[in-house]
């Protein structure tokens, strides 16, 4: 079955850029006709949707966020991409890449989630 | 931006209650809400969606309710492991893609 997983460094320094790497396994994903997404959970905290990509390359982002956010899709590799750049320890979080179930215009629900990489801001 | 609120923020309840969680759209989102639960330590899962469709494999003693802006996720007859927090999200028109805050339930 359809599975995710996050990939990227636990620990980033104050002002650097977090990047991390969603890897869709058991589906193809240019198969989804909707846009795959990408959330975060701050220790102790709720969700918040950071953005989302369609197979072809099409992107949302969350206004909040929107001046510091790069996803991008690759394809060949079956991967989507997360940047934030400028971090701060606000954006020590829990950070989920997701299968959207269906969606009404870019906004999507998401069914099936990667199993969450914690990613810490620090120096 | 559309604001989804949620109420209460926690609650306890005891084996065997009927439990319900409330959640409210700023604006009119039809029927595009969804719920999910987060166990401690865990991934959130996905409950239902449009409203009142329940995901497979979901328990059928969830049920979902509600359109325009006032939603309510019903648990029937609360078990030991619905202990969890429970999160709407709406998924109408163009992002942004908004949250509820969460609901914390406990078992009394």
């Known amino acids: 079955q359809l599975q995710l997983q996050e990939s990227g460094p636990g620990l980033v320094k104050p002002s650097e850029t977090l990047s991390l790497t969603c890897t869709v396994s058991g589906g193809s994903i240019s198969s989804s006709s909707y846009y795959w997404g990408w959330i975060r959970q701050p220790p102790g905290k709720g969700l918040e949707w950071i953005g989302s990509?369609?197979?072809?390359?099409?992107?949302y982002y969350n206004p909040s966020l929107k001046s510091r956010v790069t996803i991008s899709v690759d394809t060949s590799k079956n991967q989507f991409s997360l940047k934030l750049s400028s971090v701060t320890a606000a954006d020590t979080a829990v950070y989920y890449c997701?299968?959207?179930?269906?969606?009404?215009?870019?906004?999507?629900?998401?069914?099936?989630w990667g199993q969450g990489t914690m990613v810490t801001v620090s120096s | 931006d559309i604001q989804m609120t949620q109420s209460p923020s926690s609650l306890s309840a005891s084996v065997g209650d009927r439990v319900t969680i409330t959640c409210r759209a700023s604006?009119?989102?039809?029927?595009?809400l969804a719920w999910y639960q987060q166990k401690p330590g865990k991934v959130p899962k996905l409950l239902i969606y449009a409203a009142s469709t329940l995901q497979s494999g979901v328990p059928s003693r969830f049920s979902g309710s509600g359109s325009g802006t006032d939603f309510t996720l019903t648990i029937s007859s609360l078990q030991p492991e619905d202990v969890a927090t429970y999160y709407c999200?709406?998924?109408?028109?163009?992002?942004?893609?908004?949250f509820g805050q969460g609901t914390r339930l406990e078992i009394k």
């Open positions: 999200q709406k998924y109408n028109s163009a992002p942004p893609i908004t």
């Open positions: 990509i369609y197979y072809s390359g099409s992107t």
């Open positions: 997701a299968r959207p179930g269906d969606c009404s215009g870019g906004s999507c629900y998401f069914d099936i």
């Open positions: 604006q009119g989102i039809s029927n595009y």
